[in-house]
């Protein structure tokens, strides 16, 4: 006598094929393995941020500044011109009649300047060291140099500077112009250029660069000593 074996779903169990030869588990890494790298980009991320952030206030901070003191440009300017002595010597061509043309001249001057610094500002002004050039038809002649100082809100402050030309040497042409100025016209026209670089300080912060370009004409009599003329322009405020 044979009994039935009733096969339920509880007691089944499926047969499941072999692997193929080529088959090759996968191996899945731990993804705590992965966690450092993730943290340290995380990390970068925040900073990043969070400089970012700090950079933006502090812009922020600059502009309500500036935007409440509202800075001006410095205003340097220069007021006298003192002429404290001139000099010219020439080399005449022995075939020529007239003391006008001559083969060189030399000339030796020394010109006292006098600026004037202005500050209407509610801050302080940070001037950097400053050299004007004294020329003669384009020639440059000499130099003169300003120290860089600082100058405090709401001030005006003097500065003296010389500038001191000793036996420079002109060509026939040249010479011959400057003769002529000084004996014919008694009338040496020079010209005096320079940049004033200047920074304004905010709170314990320095603005950027500010420049200042001066050029002056100026008209000095040798008979005299003295000078005659004086005209001064500025290019304005440059970045």
């Given at each position: 006598?044979t009994?039935?074996t009733?096969i339920?779903?509880?007691n089944?169990h499926?047969i499941?094929?072999?692997p193929?030869?080529?088959?090759?588990p996968?191996?899945?890494?731990?993804?705590s393995?992965?966690s450092p790298?993730?943290s340290i980009?995380?990390?970068?991320?925040?900073?990043f941020l969070?400089?970012s952030?700090?950079?933006?206030?502090?812009?922020?901070?600059?502009?309500?500044v500036l935007?409440?003191l509202?800075?001006?440009?410095p205003?340097?300017?220069?007021?006298q011109?003192?002429?404290?002595?001139?000099n010219?010597?020439?080399?005449?061509?022995p075939?020529?009649?007239?003391?006008?043309?001559p083969?060189?001249?030399?000339?030796s001057l020394a010109?006292?300047?006098l600026?004037?610094?202005k500050?209407d500002?509610?801050v302080?002004?940070?001037y950097?060291?400053?050299?004007?050039?004294?020329m003669?038809?384009?020639i440059?002649?000499?130099?003169g140099?300003?120290?860089?100082f600082y100058?405090?809100?709401?001030?005006?402050?003097?500065?003296?500077t010389?500038?001191?030309?000793?036996?420079v040497?002109l060509?026939?042409?040249d010479a011959?112009n400057?003769?002529?100025d000084a004996?014919t016209?008694d009338?040496?026209?020079?010209?005096?250029m320079g940049?004033?670089?200047a920074?304004?300080r905010i709170?314990?912060?320095?603005?950027p660069?500010?420049?200042?370009?001066?050029?002056?004409?100026?008209?000095?009599s040798?008979?005299k000593?003295?000078?005659?003329?004086k005209?001064?322009?500025f290019?304005?405020?440059?970045?």
């Amino acid at each position: 006598m044979t009994s039935d074996t009733t096969i339920t779903p509880h007691n089944r169990h499926p047969i499941r094929p072999p692997p193929p030869s080529n088959y090759h588990p996968h191996y899945y890494p731990n993804s705590s393995t992965s966690s450092p790298s993730a943290s340290i980009k995380g990390c970068c991320c925040c900073l990043f941020l969070l400089f970012s952030f700090l950079a933006l206030v502090a812009v922020a901070v600059v502009l309500v500044v500036l935007l409440a003191l509202k800075p001006k440009k410095p205003e340097f300017s220069l007021q006298q011109v003192g002429v404290q002595y001139i000099n010219l010597a020439s080399t005449t061509n022995p075939s020529s009649q007239t003391i006008t043309s001559p083969e060189s001249a030399s000339l030796s001057l020394a010109i006292r300047m006098l600026f004037t610094a202005k500050n209407d500002n509610k801050v302080g002004i940070k001037y950097e060291d400053s050299t004007f050039n004294i020329m003669y038809r384009g020639i440059p002649l000499g130099r003169g140099s300003v120290p860089g100082f600082y100058q405090p809100a709401h001030s005006v402050r003097q500065l003296q500077t010389t500038v001191t030309v000793d036996r420079v040497s002109l060509m026939q042409s040249d010479a011959a112009n400057l003769i002529s100025d000084a004996i014919t016209n008694d009338r040496v026209e020079l010209r005096i250029m320079g940049d004033v670089r200047a920074k304004i300080r905010i709170i314990g912060l320095t603005s950027p660069g500010v420049q200042v370009s001066i050029d002056c004409a100026i008209a000095i009599s040798p008979k005299k000593q003295s000078l005659i003329y004086k005209q001064c322009g500025f290019d304005g405020l440059q970045l």
